[in-house]
Nanobody, 123 residues
């Protein structure tokens, strides 16, 4: 199994940048596709970005394309979400998740989830 813990959230001004980290444990980390999701108060969880086990394939929600970048360092068992040009609408709790099956934007395809880290974008 994989245990994931997010960090790096906080308050950031609109137009600024923030980098989230997801520290994962497990000997099979590099066999998992990893994804980032977010959930704003009163709203359903939505997909943000995903990356394949090799890092060679990435997938982004239309809302973050060109602004966010997902990456992974398998040697460190860590996944990152670089958030640039953030907007107030990016405010949410961000979750890191691991999928043993597919690179996907569907929550149900992910097996393990972190506790989340709050990102608040001020205007």
């Amino acid at each position: 199994q994989v245990q994931v813990v997010e960090s790096g959230g906080g308050l950031v001004q609109a137009g600024g940048s923030l980098r989230l980290s997801c520290a994962a444990s497990g000997r099979t980390f590099n066999s998992y596709a990893m994804g980032w999701f977010r959930q704003a108060p009163g709203k359903e969880r939505e997909f943000v970005a995903a990356i394949s086990w090799s890092g060679g394939n990435t997938y982004y929600a239309d809302s973050v394309k060109g602004r966010f970048t997902i990456s992974r360092d398998n040697a460190r068992n860590t996944v990152y979400l670089q958030m640039n040009s953030v907007k107030p609408e990016d405010t949410a709790v961000y979750y890191c998740a691991a999928s043993s099956t597919v690179l996907s934007g569907y929550s149900r395809t992910y097996d393990y989830w972190g506790q989340g880290t709050q990102v608040t974008v001020s205007s």
